[in-house]
């Protein structure tokens, strides 16, 4: 038999925008983190991106970082000033040293607690039909 000669190491360089590259990345991580629904709205990300990188922008627009940054802004000045530290770091609240209880199921044999009741069936007298 004859074998045939392939080349090793041959690279394919398929022609794929960078927007269906971005749109089918973006599905497949949607789908597996949300299911269907993450897989339409990770297309539709990953298509906005793509088309950014395609135009040589960069992929989170400057608008969507400073509105980020507001918001963090907002939410730290809405916080209990015992969390806030001069410099705007923020503490996170101590918590209590608690030891685990135990649960205590109630007893079958107090007095005030009476014994389960089984539940009888009850029989339908049955007519005769003639």
Same mark, same amino acid.
């Given at each position: 038999?004859?074998?045939?000669?392939?080349?090793?190491?041959?690279?394919?360089?398929?022609?794929?925008?960078?927007?269906? #590259? *971005?749109?089918? $990345? +973006?599905? @497949?991580? /949607?789908?597996?983190? !949300?299911?269907?629904?993450?897989? &339409? #709205? *990770?297309?539709? $990300? +990953?298509? @906005?991106? /793509?088309?950014?990188? !395609?135009?040589?922008?960069?992929? &989170?627009?400057?608008?969507?970082?400073?509105?980020?940054?507001?918001?963090?802004? !907002?939410?730290?000045?809405?916080?209990?000033?015992?969390?806030?530290?001069?410099?705007?770091?923020?503490?996170?609240?101590?918590?209590?040293?608690?030891?685990?209880?135990?649960?205590?199921?109630?007893?079958?044999?107090?007095?005030?607690?009476?014994?389960?009741?089984?539940?009888?069936?009850?029989?339908?007298?049955?007519?005769?039909?003639?």
């Amino acid at each position: 038999m004859k074998k045939k000669n392939s080349p090793e190491s041959e690279s394919v360089n398929l022609p794929v925008s960078k927007q269906t #590259a *971005g749109g089918v $990345a +973006g599905a @497949i991580v /949607g789908s597996a983190i !949300a299911g269907p629904i993450g897989a &339409i #709205a *990770g297309a539709i $990300a +990953g298509t @906005i991106m /793509g088309n950014r990188s !395609a135009k040589g922008k960069t992929l &989170i627009s400057t608008e969507t970082v400073k509105a980020a940054q507001d918001a963090v802004k !907002a939410v730290k000045q809405k916080l209990p000033s015992k969390l806030r530290q001069p410099g705007g770091k923020v503490l996170s609240p101590k918590k209590k040293n608690t030891k685990p209880t135990r649960s205590k199921k109630p007893s079958l044999n107090t007095k005030n607690s009476e014994a389960p009741v089984k539940a009888q069936s009850v029989k339908k007298p049955v007519s005769k039909r003639k």
